[in-house]
């Protein structure tokens, strides 16, 4: 093969089929009529001298040779992007990009409206696409480009992703002001006695590792209500007598009706990370407001 002779978009054009795996879905994120993208995928053909695809009635199935072709492609793009990237210079008073980053509905409502705020002050032309964090869903989605930036806990980032460490976060105790229960010192046998909700996100859960320590201390907590969003914890806990455990830094964000208080045990806290694609790995742009978000994450803290 003459590598003098290659048109390189044909490289970027079999790994959006190696992403998508449908001709009409790798068109649209490339911007292409569907005859446009196979009239390419012939010519990928006569390159490699093999089929590639296979259609089937949910799409194509890759060949043997196009999976042996996907992780070099995709490394060899990468570094390419990132040559190219590196020429360009990123002026946040005036450039303009969409920057899509997801997580949990804490982590936006502990850090990300707030950092959203500075960044519309420094960056007027960045738009801030805030998603919902869907951790079996997540690596697929930054390797087609619909995220560029998530935040999540460690065991969630796969090893295919880049990462680095965002901030450590606690657990406090949030009740309503004037709860009864407040009026005095609070034991762990008293805690547990108390109503509680939790934060499910998959739904249905009526446990977390709090209930694991409370387990080997021969105890038991009544947790009456489990709940698919921070948000709507903050709201129950504001209206009732129900308390809740949640992480520190959206008990910081509370509103005027809560209290908070350190638990009356011992409650492993846990890492936020902050995981991208190799894509994104050398855009200035990307690498902006990466760097502006672990600063602002470092001096956030109330």
């Given at each position: 093969?003459?590598?003098?002779?290659?048109?390189?978009?044909?490289?970027?054009?079999?790994?959006?089929?190696?992403?998508?795996?449908?001709?009409?879905?790798?068109?649209?994120?490339?911007?292409?009529?569907?005859?446009?993208?196979?009239?390419?995928?012939?010519?990928?053909?006569?390159?490699?001298?093999?089929?590639?695809?296979?259609?089937?009635?949910?799409?194509?199935?890759?060949?043997?040779?196009?999976?042996?072709?996907?992780?070099?492609?995709?490394?060899?793009?990468?570094?390419?992007?990132?040559?190219?990237?590196?020429?360009?210079?990123?002026?946040?008073?005036?450039?303009?990009?969409?920057?899509?980053?997801?997580?949990?509905?804490?982590?936006?409502?502990?850090?990300?409206?707030?950092?959203?705020?500075?960044?519309?002050?420094?960056?007027?032309?960045?738009r801030i696409a805030l998603l919902p964090a869907?951790?079996?869903?997540?690596?697929?989605?930054?390797?087609?480009?619909?995220?560029?930036?998530?935040?999540?806990?460690?065991?969630?980032?796969?090893?295919?992703?880049?990462s680095r460490p965002l901030f450590e976060e606690?657990?406090?105790?949030?009740?309503?002001?004037g709860h009864p229960a407040l009026r005095r010192?609070?034991?762990?046998?008293?805690?547990?006695?108390?109503?509680?909700?939790?934060?499910?996100?998959?739904?249905?859960?009526?446990?977390?590792?709090?209930?694991?320590?409370?387990?080997?201390?021969?105890?038991?907590?009544?947790?009456?209500?489990?709940?698919?969003?921070?948000?709507?914890?903050?709201?129950?806990?504001?209206?009732?007598?129900?308390?809740?455990?949640?992480?520190?830094?959206?008990?910081?964000?509370?509103?005027?009706?809560?209290?908070?208080?350190?638990?009356?045990?011992?409650?492993?806290?846990?890492?936020?990370?902050?995981?991208?694609?190799?894509?994104?790995?050398?855009?200035?742009?990307?690498?902006?407001?990466?760097?502006?978000?672990?600063?602002?994450?470092?001096?956030?803290?109330?």
């Amino acid at each position: 093969m003459d590598i003098n002779r290659i048109d390189f978009n044909l490289l970027a054009t079999l790994e959006a089929l190696l992403a998508e795996r449908s001709v009409s879905r790798a068109a649209a994120r490339l911007g292409l009529s569907q005859p446009a993208l196979s009239a390419q995928l012939a010519r990928l053909r006569t390159m490699f001298g093999d089929r590639l695809f296979i259609p089937t009635h949910r799409g194509m199935t890759p060949t043997p040779v196009a999976l042996q072709l996907q992780a070099p492609l995709g490394a060899a793009l990468a570094r390419l992007r990132e040559v190219v990237a590196s020429a360009r210079v990123f002026d946040p008073a005036r450039d303009a990009f969409t920057v899509r980053i997801a997580a949990s509905d804490y982590v936006q409502a502990a850090l990300l409206l707030d950092f959203a705020l500075v960044l519309r002050a420094e960056a007027p032309g960045v738009r801030i696409a805030l998603l919902p964090a869907n951790d079996t869903r997540l690596a697929g989605q930054m390797e087609r480009g619909e995220v560029d930036l998530a935040l999540l806990t460690p065991e969630y980032i796969a090893d295919t992703l880049r990462s680095r460490p965002l901030f450590e976060e606690r657990y406090a105790l949030i009740a309503r002001r004037g709860h009864p229960a407040l009026r005095r010192k609070l034991d762990v046998r008293r805690f547990c006695e108390l109503d509680h909700v939790m934060v499910s996100p998959r739904g249905g859960g009526f446990t977390t590792p709090v209930d694991d320590v409370l387990d080997a201390m021969g105890l038991r907590r009544r947790v009456v209500l489990s709940a698919s969003t921070f948000q709507s914890v903050l709201e129950l806990v504001a209206r009732s007598d129900l308390v809740a455990l949640v992480p520190g830094r959206l008990a910081d964000a509370r509103g005027a009706n809560l209290r908070v208080l350190a638990p009356p045990l011992e409650v492993a806290g846990f890492a936020i990370r902050m995981a991208w694609h190799d894509r994104d790995h050398g855009d200035v742009a990307q690498r902006w407001v990466r760097e502006r978000l672990a600063a602002y994450a470092e001096t956030a803290r109330r």
